[in-house]
């Protein structure tokens, strides 16, 4: 009798320890590599010193990758019961930035809490992944075809998107609309449905940009003519260029880098720390980061694709895909292929909002892999009619 309540009593930790075991520890090995790497490249940026970028930032580090496994251990039910007071609590705070943040750059993105920036709009970009995947899981995909079970979700998409560019922030808002709109298609969207939304865009493109800010239509000036103003608003992508190129095969050597260390570099512990990078390790340890960041998208994505219920599924083709903009967005800033806007490197860049954000998906993404065995809501309303 005894030994049957020790036993019940040690049950939960047993639980534990089997979650923890279920892990896919490979992907979290990827995931401090890139940490490393990119407080290695921090550490370059504050001229071979670990303040002021890279000690904080392993800090912040250290406490993502703690929430990340402690997410990891939740089902999927705690996490559908999170998703509305999150939501509703991401919106709270775009509201917040509106009325009380803090400006940067013509842009107020940041609200101080105890002392610390937040920025609101990388919670934003979770929060939708998690309502979204929240909402779908209980539909059919025969409820799917009535365009009416479309508007609420939908409604979910545009809230933040016109919050954020409210701000303005374009970059992050074209990234919170392309991941609604990428669940919108893994839950099932008819094609005819999806071609509704496509084909009025480049007519949308046009008003939107009649209402583009001063300094965001000299963004797109630039990026089509930079050398129109080299010393202006030409001059961040033309140094970023300059020291892409410098690096040539295996680079200038570490915290050797002209463009990097003698400041001509802009922002390079933030949206330029990738061209820091392949300055000082070439073309070489450019490949070879951006390889590691397809790795873990394509990692997420096999996440998604292995569970066997709705919820994992939507979730890690949301956070996969919310990752890999994030990648996709910085990388081709820095290399002149998009205009430049504020989007970090994720897990490389400095950033205290983006670092837990990200690893914060990533417990998200970890939950759908310890529970991908579950068929927690594969039986819906939806399904009944």
Not at 190 to 213: C, D, E, N, S, T
Not at 232 to 249: D, E, P, R, W
Not at 261 to 270: A, D, G, I, R, V
Not at 295 to 301: Q, R, S, T, Y
Request: aromatic share 12%; charged share 10%.
């Amino acid at each position: 009798m005894k030994f049957q309540k020790r036993l019940l009593r040690a049950e939960p930790n047993f639980q534990i320890l089997t979650k923890l075991w279920q892990v896919n520890w490979l992907y979290v090995l990827l995931i401090c590599a890139l940490a490393v790497i990119g407080y290695g490249a921090l550490y370059s940026a504050g001229g071979g010193t670990s303040r002021p970028f890279a000690g904080p930032q392993s800090i912040r580090f250290c406490f993502g990758l703690v929430m990340m496994l402690g997410i990891a251990l939740m089902s999927p039910a705690i996490l559908v019961r999170m998703a509305w007071p999150l939501y509703i609590f991401s919106l709270f705070l775009l509201v917040a930035v509106l009325r009380m943040g803090h400006v940067g750059k013509g842009a107020e993105r940041w609200l101080m809490l105890g002392g610390m920036q937040v920025q609101p709009s990388e919670l934003a970009k979770i929060a939708l992944v998690l309502m979204l995947a929240s909402w779908f899981h209980k539909i059919s995909y025969r409820s799917m075809g009535n365009p009416l079970m479309l508007v609420p979700p939908a409604l979910m998409v545009l809230l933040p998107v016109a919050l954020v560019l409210k701000e303005p922030n374009l970059g992050t808002a074209v990234i919170i609309g392309t991941v609604g709109a990428s669940m919108f298609f893994g839950a099932g969207m008819r094609l005819w449905q999806i071609a509704l939304l496509v084909l009025p865009m480049p007519f949308l493109a046009k008003i939107a940009y009649g209402h583009l800010h001063d300094y965001q239509k000299a963004r797109v000036t630039t990026f089509l003519h930079p050398e129109s103003d080299p010393l202006g608003a030409g001059y961040n992508i033309i140094q970023s260029k300059i020291a892409l190129g410098s690096g040539g095969m295996w680079g200038q050597g570490y915290l050797r880098g002209t463009q990097g260390q003698l400041n001509f570099l802009p922002e390079k512990q933030t949206d330029f720390i990738f061209t820091m990078i392949a300055e000082e390790w070439g073309y070489v340890g450019g490949i070879t980061v951006i390889g590691m960041l397809l790795l873990l998208v394509f990692g997420g994505m096999l996440i998604a694709i292995r569970s066997r219920n709705q919820f994992g599924r939507l979730l890690g083709l949301g956070i996969s895909m919310n990752f890999f903009l994030y990648c996709a967005v910085n990388l081709s800033m820095v290399m002149g292929a998009i205009p430049v806007g504020g989007v970090p490197l994720p897990l490389i860049s400095y950033g205290g909002s983006a670092m837990l954000m990200v690893m914060f998906g990533f417990g998200l993404l970890m939950s759908a892999w310890v529970h991908r065995n579950s068929t927690f809501g594969e039986t819906t309303p939806g399904e009944k009619d």
